[in-house]
């Protein structure tokens, strides 16, 4: 089973920017990428990026535009850089396996790691 550590959370004032990582003890060969999700407190988890093997990104509609995915194949390890942070962007930040869904979306699989706290302040 792949084992994923998430990183980079913090405490941050509105406007700022963070960094998250999330390496994989190794590749996920049947995933069609990776994604970073995210729990807001009293609510449920939400994919907010993806990334493909080839690199091609999607992104939630409320993060455009503010948030990049990367990854770096060779290390198993997926980015997440944040910018212009909000309020609204606080909760667990997750990354995860990826496999397109019959109807277009994306669906995740595999084991959960711990997450990474992101607290953006007003």
């Known amino acids: 089973q792949v084992q994923l550590v998430e990183s980079g959370g913090g405490l941050v004032q509105a406007g700022g920017s963070l960094r998250l990582s999330c390496v994989a003890s190794?590749?996920?060969?049947?995933?069609?990428?990776m994604g970073w999700y995210r729990q807001a407190p009293g609510k449920q988890r939400e994919l907010v990026a993806t990334?493909?093997?080839?690199?091609?990104?999607t992104y939630a509609d409320s993060v455009k535009g503010r948030f990049t995915i990367s990854g770096d194949n060779a290390k198993n390890t997926v980015y997440l850089q944040m910018n212009s942070l909000t309020p609204e962007d606080t909760g667990v930040y997750y990354c995860n396996g990826v496999k397109r869904t019959v109807g277009g979306g994306w669906s995740s699989f595999g084991a959960w790691g711990q997450g990474t706290q992101v607290t953006v302040s007003s």
């Open positions: 990334i493909t093997s080839g690199g091609i990104a």
């Open positions: 190794r590749s996920i060969r049947s995933a069609d990428g």
